[in-house]
């Protein structure tokens, strides 16, 4: 194996590298969520037209979903550390922008920066975290990555809710919070050095050593066996559950506006309260998800995911019924939706595939819930208790897709084996 270099062999604390590299997450939940509210400000404020609000808020979208298409190529082919640096930055910059902009286009050319930005980051940074852990806590740091996109969608709400009476500078907080952060972030991330992983894999590559990280590195050997099986299972898994997640979390206000005559304010009141106990709850998965109890709180969770979405359709929809609807399957998600993925995703691809797997996975799971966002509305017009069952049908097919890849065992670990040569994995095959 090709020998590091001093600074290579750097020590660094894996739960430092997941609490600088996860608030991606951060940023990512706060951006998606303050977006939405900043933009209605904005609408009073200067001025902004209903279908320049549409654009803004598709653009953010698709901008992350293009994003992580992107920076999950980079990361691979030019290393972690480049890449997460100058995403970090383009956030503050776009963010930035956003705050001072008042004319359309330039709050447009922010908010896209921004978008794509946090998609390039997401899967170098949980690249990195990955391959900073061990066996032994790598499931704990990734799970604590998503639950900072929690808190950032908690900083989101409660910086909207003390400065939203303020016009104009109630969004330029919301935008500046997101820039602050990002250049604090951009300098703590300063302190982390490139992967190990990545460079012992770069060098064997560059070497001509025939190891499974250093010949794996072509898109298309996502779609050859053996990485075609996880990667297939993954995409429809990840894809699958998220579909509910966005569009019941997109539209559960206007749900509770127009079915269960429910005040957005009111509601919105409920569904704050929600996200400490949703950190609670991943907290706890924390403790479990490095265990051999994984699957099973896997299943557990995806068990309240889809009995979740019925609980409206059987008990009638009102405020409780939605509250205890999305408390139901925002606590199953935990054992079964991202946080689960991103430990799976991370574990199905070897070191130089690893975050462009990732990054081509997010972005589908991003992009087919935001194309089926618009006739929402007409749909729940039309059977509310329909659109429930079918969001329920799609989660459990989801679970189920990802219970049965698992337990197939066609999805191995590949930090345990990715620097065996090839043609000995070939004849063990």
């Not at 995403?87 to 794509?116: S, Y």
């Not at 050593?209 to 995409?235: C, G, M, Q, S, Y």
Request: glycine letters at 10%.
């Amino acid at each position: 194996m090709t020998e590091l270099s001093a600074p290579q062999r750097r020590a660094v604390n894996p739960w430092w590298v997941g609490w600088v590299a996860g608030m991606a997450s951060f940023v990512d939940g706060a951006a998606l969520v303050g977006t939405g509210l900043a933009l209605v400000i904005y609408q009073q404020t200067i001025g902004l037209k209903p279908e320049e609000i549409g654009l803004l808020t598709s653009v953010l979208t698709f901008g992350v979903a293009v994003g992580a298409i992107i920076g999950g190529r980079l990361g691979d082919r030019f290393g972690r550390r480049r890449v997460f640096i100058t995403t970090m930055l383009l956030i503050a910059v776009g963010a930035t922008t956003a705050t001072f902009g008042t004319q359309f286009p330039v709050i447009f050319a922010g908010i896209a920066l921004m978008g794509i930005a946090i998609g390039a980051d997401i899967p170098v940074s949980l690249s990195t975290i990955a391959e900073a852990a061990t066996d032994e806590n790598r499931g704990k740091i990734l799970v604590l990555s998503n639950l900072l996109a929690g808190v950032g969608i908690g900083a989101a709400v409660l910086v909207a809710t003390f400065t939203g009476g303020m016009g104009r500078a109630g969004a330029q907080a919301i935008f500046g919070m997101i820039a602050v952060v990002a250049v604090l972030v951009l300098v703590l991330r300063l302190s982390i050095p490139e992967s190990a992983s990545w460079i012992q894999a770069r060098n064997e590559r560059r070497s001509g050593i025939h190891t499974i990280r250093a010949e794996r590195t072509r898109f298309r050997d996502l779609v050859k066996p053996p990485l075609r099986f996880p990667f297939l299972v993954l995409a429809a898994f990840f894809t699958l559950v998220s579909i509910p997640i966005t569009l019941v979390s997109s539209y559960a206000a206007y749900i509770a506006a127009n079915f269960a005559g429910v005040p957005v304010s009111q509601f919105s009141v409920f569904i704050l309260l929600l996200v400490p106990l949703a950190i609670i709850v991943q907290y706890l998965f924390m403790r479990v998800v490095d265990t051999r109890f994984r699957l099973t709180f896997f299943l557990i969770g995806g068990v309240m995911f889809v009995a979740a979405y019925l609980i409206p359709v059987v008990f009638g929809v009102s405020l409780i019924t939605l509250v205890a609807m999305i408390l139901t399957s925002g606590f199953g998600t935990v054992f079964c939706g991202e946080p689960i993925f991103r430990v799976w995703v991370n574990e199905a691809f070897p070191t130089l595939l690893r975050s462009t797997g990732q990054g081509v996975i997010f972005s589908g799971a991003r992009l087919v819930p935001a194309l089926l966002l618009a006739p929402i509305p007409v749909l729940l017009t039309t059977s509310l208790p329909g659109f429930l069952i079918v969001m329920s049908v799609l989660a459990a097919v989801g679970v189920g897709i990802g219970w049965w890849g698992v337990r197939s065992g066609r999805m191995i670990n590949e930090f345990d084996h990715e620097t065996e040569p090839v043609d000995e994995t070939a004849v063990s095959a």
